[in-house]
Each structure stands twice: as C-alpha cells, then as structure tokens.
C-alpha cells in the first residue's frame, strides 16, 4: 500500500512541477507566482524519496523547454533543482530554518558564480561584460515598470525622468543585495510550504520541531547592521557598496523576525490558520510600505524589547 501511495503522490508531484514550470513559458500571463513556487513540488520530492525522481522529472521538464527552442528557462530550471537539493539536503539533517535558509542561498549563488566564471572563460567574454547584460536586463523591465506606474499616478515628469535615469547605476551597486534577498524569501515560502505538506501528507516526514513564529535572528545580527550603516559614511565606493548591500540584507532579515513576531500574536485569534494568513495579506494589501516599516523596527527591537517573551526560552539558534 506505501508503495502504491508512494508512486501516486511521485506522479502527482511531477505533474505539479510540471504545470508550476512550464506553464509561465508558454503562458506568460499571470505566471510569476506560478514560478514562485516552483521549487516547492522538487524540495518535496527530493526531501521524501530517492534523487533519481527529481532528475528524471528534470529530464522530462529539460527536454520540453529545448524543444521549444528556449534556452533560458533552463538556467531557472537549474536554479529550482539548486534550490531542492540545499532545501532538503538540510532537511535531511535536520537542520533549522536559519540553517537550512543560509544553505538554501549560498548553494545556487555559489554555482550561479561558477557557472558564470566558467561561461566567461569559455565564450572569452570579460566577467564584467556579462553582468552588465544582465544589469541591463532588469534595468529595462524596472524602467518599463516605473513608465508604467508615471501613466496611473500623478508627479512630476522631470522627477520621474531622473528616478528612471538613475536606476542602472542604482541597480547596479544593490544588486547582490537584491540577489540574497529574492533568493530568502522565495526559499522561506518554498520551505515553508513543503515542510507543511511533508508533515501532513502520508506518510509523514518526521522534521524538527521547528516554527516560525518563534524564529530570531542572532543577536550578533544588530552589530553587522550598526556596521554597515556606519560604512555609508566612509569616503570609499568599495566600502560604502558593500555596507549598503549588508545593510539592506540585515533589514530583510529583521523585517522576516518582525513577521514572526506577528505570526506569533496572530496564533491568539480565536481563528483558523487560513483566516490567519488571508488577514494578513489583506493587511500588507492595503498599508504594505507602513506594515514593512512595523515589522523591520519590531524585528530589530525584538533584541531588546523580547516581544515573545523568549528569554527564558529559547525556541530557534
């Protein structure tokens, strides 16, 4: 009967991938959440049975995009399989979620650098050359998002101009930071969402005992951002970059703690988990800039203030 089970939930977990996969390729519209759980059904597969299931669904899911002829989805197919393999290599382990986000990041960051050391050498193409094509690609679709934006709100077109004119350099100097922050919060809903399903679907992945809700960054965290802010003041581009981008990270992670910290209280609604969640998206929905604000300041505050009263018990490193 498990192996029936098994196969069944192997064949539906293909399917899933494939529909999250390939469905944004050939039909673009509405497809960026799609492709933001693409990950979730290989994590699942690749964290309850054997490796060979998710190369096999790789294959298939390869040789559908080259017989299309596009070559780019494969880098993000290859990106997803990065993804599953630190996802659930940590899981395996029984690692936490800081553990298991950290190897989750630095897996296909690491091989995307390789990977693009080694397709520079080869094509002899200057390294720099290449994230410049890269820069120049979201340059354009942002541009083509804050033109879109000038036509449906009201301001200034020179202030509009030079907020367009200005994005390539500002692109340019924070986009490590935009790398390590796509990848931590796409890699904490993927986890999130195959950690729940592992833990209820049959049979059951035994996983720590880990929660969210009780999450905290280190508390050598607060001296790396006391760190970086004081670097912007230094007079070097080098070092005024890097502290910009560690700064933006650290905001990032004290905005995920602050989101805990609201998980944690909103346990106390005498309401479902679904009315839970669906309370606050409409809440990020209708005040998102001052929610972020809210819950960066409570994450980083939280050091001092222990809104959760976890001094005395320590849930998560």
């Known amino acids: 009967m498990k192996v029936v089970v098994g196969h069944a939930e192997v064949l539906y977990l293909a399917l899933l991938s494939g529909v999250l996969t390939l ?46 002829g596009r070559l780019q989805p494969l880098v993000f197919l290859g990106q997803c399989a990065l993804i599953a393999w630190g996802i659930s290599w940590a899981t395996r382990r029984r690692w936490s979620i800081s553990q298991t986000l950290l190897c989750s990041i630095a897996v296909p960051c690491v091989v995307g650098m390789l990977v693009a050391v080694a397709y520079s050498l080869l094509m002899q193409l200057p390294l720099d050359a290449l994230v410049m094509r890269y820069v120049q690609k979201i340059v354009d679709a942002s541009q083509e998002y804050v033109r879109t934006l000038e036509q449906f709100q009201e301001g200034d077109a020179e202030q509009w101009a030079v907020l367009i004119e200005a994005l390539p350099q500002l692109l340019l100097i924070v986009l490590p930071a935009l ?41 050598y965290l607060v001296w790396v951002f006391l760190a970086s802010g004081a670097s912007l003041f230094v007079p070097s581009d080098v070092v005024g970059t890097i502290g910009v981008n560690l700064l933006l990270i650290t905001l990032a992670l004290y905005f ?43 994450g980083l505050f939280d050091l001092w203030v222990d809104f959760r009263r976890q001094r005395r018990h320590s849930m998560l490193p």
């Open 256 to 298: 995920l703690q602050g989101v805990a910290i609201v998980l944690f209280w909103g346990r106390r609604l005498p309401v479902p988990l679904g009315v839970q969640c669906f309370l606050l998206a409409l809440l990020f929905l209708v005040a998102g800039p001052f929610c972020v604000i809210i819950c960066t300041a409570a």
């Open 23 to 68: 469905l944004p390729i050939f039909v673009p519209l509405g497809g960026g959440l799609l492709t933001a759980l693409a990950p979730f059904p290989f994590i699942v597969l690749a964290s309850k049975y054997p490796w060979q299931y998710v190369v096999s669904v790789l294959g298939l899911e390869s040789g559908v995009i080259l017989l299309d």
């Open 179 to 219: 790398i390590v922050i796509g990848h931590l919060c796409l890699n904490l809903l993927n986890y999130l969402l195959a950690r729940r399903y592992c833990q209820r679907s049959q049979p059951p992945l035994a996983l720590p005992p880990d929660d969210l809700a009780g999450w905290k960054a280190s508390e």
